[in-house]
């Protein structure tokens, strides 16, 4: 079995999913390269399948393709300017191929939400066809696998980084225990270990601290941005207030001096409470608004690791750089075996797949930066994962909004709890395993009906009212 990176798990992305936006972009710019010279194309339709096109308008999945087919990277395009270029495409009937080539497209005709149809491989399905000018005709199907991994229709493997075999491959708990002990190394420890297949240590580090940066200006802009998020369910943005009432109007002018700021506010149990609750809400806004946000391991679940990052900055002693790095790798580690054994596909494997993964690796990294052994560390991330077990996706109204950004204050929640567990436990008395608990996760998701797999089709998503358009 090939290797998957931390960094693959934990990556800077752009909202409101990865599933439904980052995937489905990330395939279209998959496609723009299998076509080659671009002038020759005379028409292009895509099709989108299963829960793509059940939830893709609330999600942005048309969006995503638009930009991807018009040569955008959603990690450097200015999210601010996607809606003008989207209006532009719908109005102008036109579509800038690859950035460079207008050609004719018509929204209506040739961007396809085929509801009724799933195809057999994955629930997130869609389909790219070229027509050439000389007649002949280029077609692809892809998958959209969670959290940005993208596969073709005739390959087994994800469309994503170099896969390679790491010196101490870790695909399960077992494993990586056994590799920590016969090492003598932290789970942090053996991660850098096998993070240096792909690059060195210092650019470990690099990574590590600029997706800490990314973080950090995430939350930053999430509490300063009050009003409603778009989509129609007129959800009204919730952190700049809360924000506002525990600084109390504390003065600062800059990111470093806010979070200096924070790191000296009071740590009763009340106030660090809001202040988790506080972070995690606002990423997810962030994520609900198309904005930037570090994909951890999905979209989804964006604030989680986020929330208890930050919690653990501002508010455990000793927390420097170091164990930052510390925390994401383990995290990004524990994420692995998640995608490597069960799914992080919230339309595979429910709401479980997204927000109980994402609090799984949140408290294994609080547990390793707080001094806890590898049992510890998977214990903490088998009782994270423990209380998530059978939890439903169900966006109401095919929006990342509803239950999906208090899920994250939840999750991170419970993440803090179970690291604090696992390190107040002696692991020889664990009754469940991670491992068990990852099959059990993974059982269950193929038990779940599909209305609750991020169809919209069940749960809350059918009881509460909405006025939001449908495909």
């Known amino acids: 079995m090939d290797s998957i990176s931390a960094f693959e798990i934990i990556k800077v992305g ?29 028409s292009l339709t895509i099709r989108l399948y299963g829960s793509l096109a059940k939830t893709g308008l609330g999600h942005g999945t048309d969006v995503a393709i638009l930009m991807g087919l018009s040569g955008e990277d959603y990690t450097r395009v200015d999210t601010a300017t996607i809606p003008a270029k989207v209006a532009a495409i719908k109005s102008g009937l036109s579509l800038p191929l690859g950035g460079r080539r207008n050609m004719p497209f018509d929204y209506e005709r040739d ?6 149809t799933t195809l057999p491989r994955h629930a997130n399905g869609m389909s790219f066809c070229a027509a050439l000018k000389n007649g002949d005709i280029i077609e692809r199907i892809y998958y ?3 959290g940005g991994f993208v596969a073709g229709d005739d390959d087994a493997s994800t469309i994503q980084a170099p896969r390679i075999v790491t010196p101490y491959p870790c695909h399960s708990g077992q494993d990586l225990l056994r590799n920590c002990k016969a090492l003598g190394l932290s789970v ?5 270990l096998n993070e240096q297949a792909w690059r060195s240590r210092e650019e470990i580090e690099a990574l590590a601290l600029a997706l800490w940066r990314e973080i950090q200006n995430c939350i930053y802009r999430g509490v300063h941005r009050d009003g409603y998020l778009p989509g129609g369910l007129q959800v009204r ?16 002018s800059t990111v470093a001096e806010w979070v200096e700021l924070l790191r000296r506010q009071p740590r009763d149990f009340s106030s660090v409470d809001r202040w988790v609750v506080c972070f995690a809400l606002a990423v997810n806004e962030e994520n609900a608004s198309f904005g930037r946000i570090v994909t951890a391991p999905t979209n989804g679940a964006a604030g989680v690791i986020p929330a208890v990052l930050m919690y653990a900055w501002c508010f455990v002693d000793g927390f420097d750089e170091d164990k930052v790095v510390r925390f994401i790798l383990t995290a990004g580690e524990i994420g692995t075996l998640f995608k490597k054994n069960a799914t992080i596909s919230a339309a595979m494997g429910g709401c479980q797949a997204e927000i109980g993964v994402s609090s799984a690796m949140a408290a294994a990294g609080l547990a390793e930066v707080s001094g806890g052994t590898p049992e510890q560390v998977l214990q903490a991330a088998e009782i994270a994962m423990e209380h998530h077990l059978g939890l439903t996706c169900d966006p109401v109204g095919g929006l990342v909004q509803i239950p ?5 204050t939840m999750g991170a929640v419970k993440a803090i709890t179970a690291a604090s567990i696992a390190l107040d ?5 664990a009754k469940v395993s991670l491992d068990a608990v990852i099959k059990t996760m993974w059982e269950t998701a193929q038990d779940m009906n599909s209305r609750y797999k991020e169809t919209a089709e069940g749960g ?10 449908e495909c």
Not at 404 to 408: A, D, H, L, W
Not at 425 to 429: I, K
């Open 404 to 408: 999906c950004i208090e899920r994250n």
């Open 425 to 429: 436990s002696d692991p020889a008395d």
């Open 188 to 192: 942090s420890d053996l991660t850098y």
């Open 14 to 42: 752009i909202g409101p999913s990865s599933s439904h936006t980052m995937g489905p972009w990330r395939a279209a710019a998959l496609f723009l390269t299998e076509l080659g010279d671009l002038d020759r194309i005379e």
């Open 460 to 469: 809350l998503a059918i009881h509460i009212p909405v006025n939001v358009p």
């Open 111 to 116: 961007l396809v939400f085929e509801t009724s």
């Open 237 to 252: 943005r919730r952190a700049a207030e809360i924000h506002r009432k525990l600084l109390h109007g504390a003065s600062y």
């Open 144 to 146: 959209s696998l969670g």
